[in-house]
């Protein structure tokens, strides 16, 4: 039965085509449609869209792959063990705890290979002429950048007389990195958000703690300008992805082999001309209408906008392949929008205490700080208004309403307000954050 089936599938797609429905767009707005019977050459295609005439020795991919295991048995990167990964909550000294410099020594090799991956300017996973599907693309060395990066957090909170020169060096390798990552698929773009917000919470911990003062703060907002100076963006991330998909549809269809992710069991001995073709536009106009939704900057209209086109429980069937993967994008736009919130919070922190160290005194409210970007800033995504800024007998507290969308009064949830009670995400003061043996903390 399985062999007949085969033979039935490309005896039918050898009667098939799909064209374009406009051979004027640009290439690479979008991968080439795809048109059953003839074949396209998606490899070929991802390879210009992500190259686009770049110098391929500044492409940081290599460095980071070699972190990545290959092998069970393969050398790579370790996991931080329980013992050390309390060093990533707070200072530390190197007698205390011996065990985090052994760890480190035994991964001193992929830490440098991760720092001369941040040195490249660019990153994209190139694929030979021995690749056999796109899919590889969707191979994680996204733990491993994650688990350096987690190192990097760890060696900044040891103390010694280089500890700022280390903190800002390690950031600005961790941006560098999360920068690389946005370039990739959703999961890295996921995962580059992510060690952003590492970061960006170890900058305001060692400024509350007063590793870094107030007489710091300019320094250390263009620091993470110049080296964070980008909103987060998964549009590239869903072009790229949109072409994994497209070459596995077409290979599956080739060889005749479907999982239920393309088309649900009981319509496989039921494919007709008709149906084959309405995967395929189906997908080809999810895609479409996706990537035309999220274009330009992140709003929460947009995200309301990309919920809607989640294939209901009625028209699932027809949308098969976006139904699996909808969710997944909408979860990557989710956290983008929480990205920039944290990203926007985090300068605004710097700049407010900018603005005590030339003035003596906190603003008043945020009209009277003086960034050129201020109108931007000020804005938080998850309500499209200002940021809550509140003066304090002990300083102020800035916060996000975060994703429940409801000013709590500054009540803080670590997971921005998706928690069960919902919560706001409290920028400043640090929240929870780590307490010196050695010295008290000077509460803002």
């Not at 021995?130 to 688990?147: F, V, Y």
Request: glycine letters at 6%; aromatic letters at 10%; one cysteine or more.
């Amino acid at each position: 039965m399985g062999r007949l089936l085969a033979t039935n599938f490309l005896i039918l797609i050898q009667a098939l085509a799909f064209a374009p429905d406009d051979d004027t767009q640009d290439r690479f707005n979008r991968p080439p449609p795809l048109t059953i019977g003839k074949h396209v050459d998606y490899i070929a295609w991802y390879n210009e869209f992500g190259l686009r005439g770049r110098d391929p020795t500044k492409n940081a991919f290599p460095h980071y792959y070699k972190i990545y295991p290959l092998e069970e048995n393969t050398a790579h990167v370790e996991s931080m063990i329980d013992g050390v990964s309390r060093c990533q909550s707070g200072p530390w000294e190197a007698f205390e705890v011996p065990e985090m410099k052994a760890y480190t020594d035994r991964n001193r090799e992929f830490v440098e290979s991760f720092r001369a991956g941040t040195k490249c300017t660019y990153y994209w996973k190139f694929h030979t002429s021995l690749s056999e599907s796109l899919m590889e693309s969707l191979n994680p060395i996204t733990g491993s950048c994650r688990d350096i990066s987690r190192i990097l957090i760890t060696e900044g909170w040891r103390r010694g007389p280089d500890q700022k020169d280390r903190l800002l060096g390690n950031w600005r390798d961790i941006f560098r990195c999360a920068g690389h990552l946005q370039e990739g698929t959703l999961i890295e773009c996921s995962t580059s958000q992510a060690i952003r917000g590492l970061a960006y919470r170890q900058i305001l911990s060692t400024l509350q703690m007063q590793i870094f003062t107030e007489l710091d703060a300019a320094d250390l907002e263009s620091a993470m300008r110049r080296h964070d100076n980008a909103a987060p963006s998964i549009r590239k991330a869903m072009i790229a992805e949109w072409a994994i998909v497209l070459d596995q549809m077409q290979r599956s269809i080739a060889e005749g082999k479907f999982d239920e992710m393309f088309i649900p069991p009981e319509r496989i001995m039921e494919l007709t001309t008709t149906i084959l073709n309405e995967m395929v536009k189906n997908l080809d106009d999810d895609y479409a209408s996706t990537v035309s939704t999220i274009d330009g900057p992140l709003s929460l209209e947009k995200l309301q906008k990309l919920r809607k086109l989640e294939p209901t429980d009625r028209n699932v069937k027809q949308h098969m392949v976006f139904s699996v993967l909808c969710p997944a994008i909408i979860r990557a736009y989710e956290l983008s929008i929480r990205s920039l919130a944290n990203r926007r919070g985090t300068l605004l922190v710097l700049v407010i205490h900018d603005f005590k160290a030339r003035k003596k005194r906190w603003p008043a409210s945020m009209d009277e700080l003086t960034e050129n970007d201020l109108k931007e800033l000020r804005i938080d995504p998850f309500s499209e208004k200002d940021f809550r800024y509140k003066l304090t007998d002990r300083g102020f507290v800035l916060y996000s309403i975060a994703a429940d969308t409801n000013d709590n009064n500054g009540r803080h949830d670590p997971k921005w307000g998706e928690g069960p009670d919902g919560g706001d995400y409290v920028f400043w003061p640090v929240q929870d954050a780590p307490k010196p043996t050695s010295q008290p903390i000077n509460t803002p």
